[in-house]
């Protein structure tokens, strides 16, 4: 009889929560209605500058493919700033991207846009 007893309170209790509203329970916590989890995407890319090249290494951890561009603004007005070939860098794959200037290199920079 003891064991009818100890069943009772966890029958009752199942009952409660199950009887309970959809709203009454809980839920994952979301901000701002946006869902938790961030739609990842972009490569991460590493620049080198030595005198007047430049080397970029991207690395792209996701699953979608990033179309990565390397730009190169040169420091003497007479240089030509650059925008290299786009590479298209897919899920767990490294692309390397360079480029250069005659002279002096004042900016480097890598644009991304997604695919597909």
Not at 81 to 110: E, F, N, Q, Y
């Amino acid at each position: 009889m003891r064991l009818s007893r100890s069943v009772a309170p966890l029958t009752l209790a199942l009952a409660l929560v199950l009887s309970l509203p959809y709203d009454a329970m809980s839920h994952a916590r979301v901000a701002n209605g946006h869902s938790p989890a961030p739609d990842l995407f972009g490569a991460e890319c590493r620049t080198t500058v030595h005198g007047s090249r430049v080397v970029a290494y991207c690395h792209n951890p996701y699953v979608d493919t990033d179309r990565v561009q390397l730009h190169i603004e040169c420091a003497q007005w007479w240089d030509i700033d650059t925008d290299g070939t786009p590479a298209d860098t897919g899920p767990a794959m490294t692309v390397r991207l360079s480029g250069r200037c005659w002279k002096d290199v004042r900016a480097v920079w890598i644009s991304h846009q997604k695919v597909g």
